[in-house]
């Protein structure tokens, strides 16, 4: 029954005809729902992926002279596309990656909101005009396309990442090669599917401008290691970033890292409780616990911790685990056996530390028995223990009392990652001391919203070990293009900068 209808999900996705035999494709596509092997798919071999960083640089060469806002119109029309296509795509995320239907509608949605807002900025791409000192003179400031684009993505976010970052490169002017994660490959040939569509149907559009590389680390290594290759924007664990980080910087290339997070959010005593719940357990347990942006670390004022405990202990723990495909469903599955293991060990370490934790077994899933499904867990702590420190990709949320705000934002500060952070407070000197220099060091805070689920207007990323970068909105285009200082002089004279006499 399920072989049969995995299949009409690929087939409606265009993606049924991927694939051939195992022993020439050697990457088994799965489902994490029941385990099963959708299709095998071949992986690019070395020198295939060298051929493609040339093309992609021959493709840079013409799409840099093609206007922007002809650029930005090639992004609109492949978001008409999305648009058409919405609920196949959003039930291949939820075949593929595990997500119920309205996240994975979600997801697709945000691939729309940042085409859109791509289109928007292509015609936006603004320099400064500066004072010059020198008189005749002219001081600017120009952007100017950066060059082929990699694009390394996690499993988690199979669409959106990539076109984050895929609708700004190519309003940019830049070409982009997609190497996906190998935990979702389907997601990504379906997009890949659609942009060379909409590209065969645009004149001015070279055939190598958007190319996709499926393989695993290896494919994503060779990548960050090529010269030709002017930015690499990676998204994944910190491990990762870190390689990656290491290799580019060592050829003086550009990195845009979105990398690990292990955000928290604090409760105080003024917070509105039942808002603060309904945020914290789908911060918690949205995605199964494996969004970049998962809430894993709850500070709470001791006044109110008992209130709510009880009623986030009830709550977690009688979350709907099952099939996505299911209506009612809330929490799908972990992505694979590694998750659960790494979930299990990390409720261990914490057991092992006095910790009391509520729920995190595993669920018996009819039909979906080679599938991984876990109760979200409750951790509860007296004090911070080692593994609180790591990000474990999965629903467990820790919680610990604070008695001080100054001793509760230090906490959360404490972890070496810093992407996502919220308070909740109807304090106003709360919330702006949260927000200040003197609070959360984070890329993200929030205030009465929960650490997920960020819209695509922002710029999105993290400090510390999250790795430095943004994308998607504000001026995170800047990292796609290269800024050029021009001085144009037109007096007729030589006068020199800083009043130098050279003669
Ligand atoms: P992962 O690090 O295992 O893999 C991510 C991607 O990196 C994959 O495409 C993989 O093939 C590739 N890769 C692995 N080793 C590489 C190497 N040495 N060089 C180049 N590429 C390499 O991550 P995952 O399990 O797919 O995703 C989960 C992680 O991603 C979590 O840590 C999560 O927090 C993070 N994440 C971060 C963001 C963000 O925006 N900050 C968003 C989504 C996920």
Known sequence: MSGERWR?????????????DAASHPLPARTPIDGSVLVHLRIAAAGEISAAISAARSAFERWRTVPAPRRGELVRRFAERVRAEQAALAALITLEAGKIPAEAAGEVQEVVDVCDFACGLSRQLQGLTLPSERPGHHLLERWHPLGPVAIITAFNFPMAVWAWNAALALVCGDSILWKPSEKTPLCALAMHRLLEQTLAEFPEAPPALAQLVIGAGAAGAQLAADPRVALVSATGSTAMGRQVA????????????????NNAAIVTPSADLDQALRAVVFAAAGTAGQRCTTLR????QRSVREPLVARLRASLVSMPVGNPF???TLVGPLIDAAAYERMQHALGAARAAGAAVHGGERVDVPDCRSGH???????ELQQPVPVLWQETFAPMLYLLAYDSLAEAIAQQNAAAHGLSSAIFTNDLREAELFLSARGSDCGIANVNCGTSGAEIGGAFGGEKETGGGRESGSDAWKSYMRRQTQTVNYSGELPLAQGVRFS
């Open 373 to 379: 499904y876990v109760r979200p867990a409750l951790v």
């Open 297 to 300: 670390r709850l500070y709470v």
């Open 8 to 20: 009409e999900v690929l087939q409606a996705a265009g993606v049924a005809g991927a694939g051939g």
């Open 246 to 261: 290491e290799t580019v910087a060592a050829r003086f290339g550009r990195s845009l890292l979105e990398l690990g997070g």
């Open 326 to 328: 299911t209506p009612g």
